[in-house]
């Protein structure tokens, strides 16, 4: 319990410094990309409003997720999270799809505008920072076993993608090369827009209660069939509440058993699943095998 405690404290500081950093860089792109006169910077400053939103989400489901269920919220609180996380995604694909037209229409009109060295050197700082989160954010994440906080690594290392993407196009540019900031801020616009649907979507598919993904099923029976006592098993259902996981399922057990020794093996199925796939919540119901 202890251990489990410290690791969550662990992922609740380094979630709360990638949350201050993402603020921090978001100001600088926006800044540098105003008077450095470069699309790209901007729209990397977009991007790192999303690792923002990101960071908050986490930070909101972490905190949800430790409330107590109540007799108004029996299944806890976790919707609330995937309900901010639809909004932050709907509002993410709105200013990547914003960025992705300005960046066009300056094509099409021929405006361009050579960017300055501040640009350059905010990509540059963009990549080094968002590196070292990605690798600070990962290994709390997978000590704590929190897919949430994993998945937040790697939207630090999307970012520091994008910012890649900007420092080419406004090196290129101030080099000579025609409308390549431009470029790279349409290509970082569609790097927000896709980080934006995929938060929309995975939330989405947990507010209509879709089943956890394939892999984590197949170990899930892998687990149940596993179980001593197990003869088969039905009427498998899950669904994820926020970070938690939901398992309903029913579990045939000899007819010739007592009902004691068939809850001993519901227990037992229960325990394991909680145990090795960190399911908070399983409900297993037992009947009699048709088997004989």
Request: proline share 1%.
């Amino acid at each position: 319990m202890m251990k489990k405690q410290n690791n969550d404290q662990a992922v609740r500081q380094v979630t709360w410094i990638g949350l201050v950093v993402n603020l921090g860089l978001m100001a600088l792109k926006f800044f540098s990309g105003i008077i450095g006169n470069s699309a790209a910077m901007i729209a990397d400053a977009a991007h790192s409003a999303s690792d923002l939103a990101s960071d908050i989400i986490v930070l909101i489901g972490l905190r949800i997720s430790s409330q107590p269920r109540d007799h108004t919220h029996p299944y806890g609180h976790g919707k609330v999270e995937t309900s901010v996380a639809v909004l932050v995604g709907m509002m993410l694909i709105g200013v990547g799809g914003f960025i992705f037209w300005k960046g066009a229409q300056g094509l099409y009109l021929n405006i361009e505008k050579t960017p300055g060295f501040i640009a350059l050197l905010a990509a540059l700082v963009s990549i080094i920072v968002k590196e070292i989160l990605y690798q600070i954010t990962l290994k709390a994440g997978r000590r704590a076993g929190r897919p949430s906080v994993i998945a937040n690594a790697w939207h630090h290392r999307s970012d520091a993608f994008s910012s890649v993407a900007a420092l080419f196009g406004i090196g290129g540019n101030m080099l000579g090369v025609s409308h390549l900031d431009q470029i790279a801020g349409i290509a970082v616009a569609l790097i927000v827009v896709r980080a934006g649907f995929k938060i929309f979507w995975d939330a989405y598919k947990d507010l209509i209660d879709t089943a956890v993904e394939a892999k984590f099923q197949l170990r899930l029976i892998e687990i149940v069939t596993q179980t001593d006592g197990v003869e088969g098993f039905h009427k498998l259902r899950t669904r994820k509440v926020g970070l938690a996981v939901f398992v309903d399922l029913h579990i045939e057990v000899d007819e010739n058993l007592s009902i004691r020794e068939g809850h001993d093996i519901a227990d037992r199925v229960e325990h394991s699943l909680m145990d090795e796939l960190k399911v908070d919540d399983v409900t297993v119901h037992v009947d009699i095998s048709n088997d004989g």
